[in-house]
T-cell receptor, first 112, second 115 residues
Framework: SQKIEQNSEALNIQEGKTATLTCNYTNYSPAYLQWYRQDPGRGPVFLLLIRENEKEKRKERLKVTFDTTLKQSLFHITASQPADSATYLCALKGGGADGLTFGKGTHLIIQP | NAGVTQTPKFQVLKTGQSMTLQCAQDMNHEYMSWYRQDPGMGLRLIHYSVGAGITDQGEVPNGYNVSRSTTEDFPLRLLSAAPSQTSVYFC??????????????FGPGTRLLVL
């Protein structure tokens, strides 16, 4: 069956360091992969999209990699700040017209 | 633009009651979706629509109905509420030039408690 796995435990990172979050998937051939940020009590907010033919995407302090051989995406936040503390969700789009399939998310805590 | 709006923010229902969760968007997005989010389960797709008059089922459609009479609105109906439908419900919309699932814009959510 199709599966998306993200670190289920909270990730604690010291301010200023690089935070790296992992998204692994099985039994998918995704057209693209997305990362969203979700703060408590709010809806997810889109951050980055990376397509199957792209290896890396950057946006300010964010970087996403996509390895379709390893079936893995890594999400990096450089020079992390306490304001980056949130839950980060990865989502896959397979073929067809239906919506995204989301991972359960990783709770990131940036400590001052 | 208000983006995606949802009402109500909170709702308590008794088992067997029906209700409609409202969702509206003002971005002229063709594609709209409903998700539920439960602890430890992540976001799961309930129903989606690729345009006015067209709807389809997602991963967990049982107990829910949808309709799409206009581009702007996509209400979700609970026919006979059950405690298993206690959840946070998110509506989302996608850009018209791309498919369902691309760069989704989410509403603030509706928290539903079924007693």
């Amino acid at each position: 069956s199709q599966k998306i796995e993200q670190n289920s435990e909270a990730l604690n990172i010291q301010e200023g360091k690089t935070a790296t979050l992992t998204c692994n998937y099985t039994n998918y051939s995704p057209a693209y992969l997305q990362w969203y940020r979700q703060d408590p009590g709010r809806g997810p907010v889109f951050l980055l999209l990376i397509r199957e033919n792209e290896k890396e995407k950057r946006k300010e302090r964010l970087k996403v990699t996509f390895d379709t051989t390893l079936k893995q995406s890594l999400f990096h936040i450089t020079a992390s700040q306490p304001a980056d503390s949130a839950t980060y969700l990865c989502a896959l789009k397979g073929g067809g017209a239906d919506g995204l399939t989301f991972g359960k998310g990783t709770h990131l805590i940036i400590q001052p | 633009n208000a983006g995606v709006t949802q009402t109500p923010k909170f709702q308590v229902l008794k088992t067997g009651q029906s209700m409609t969760l409202q969702c509206a968007q003002d971005m002229n997005h063709e594609y709209m979706s409903w998700y539920r989010q439960d602890p430890g389960m992540g976001l799961r797709l309930i129903h989606y629509s690729v345009g006015a008059g067209i709807t389809d089922q997602g991963e967990v459609p049982n107990g829910y109905n949808v309709s799409r009479s206009t581009t702007e609105d996509f209400p979700l109906r609970l026919l006979s509420a059950a405690p298993s439908q206690t959840s946070v419900y998110f509506c989302a919309s996608s850009r018209p030039s791309t498919g369902v699932g691309e760069t989704q814009y989410f509403g603030p959510g509706t928290r539903l408690l079924v007693l």
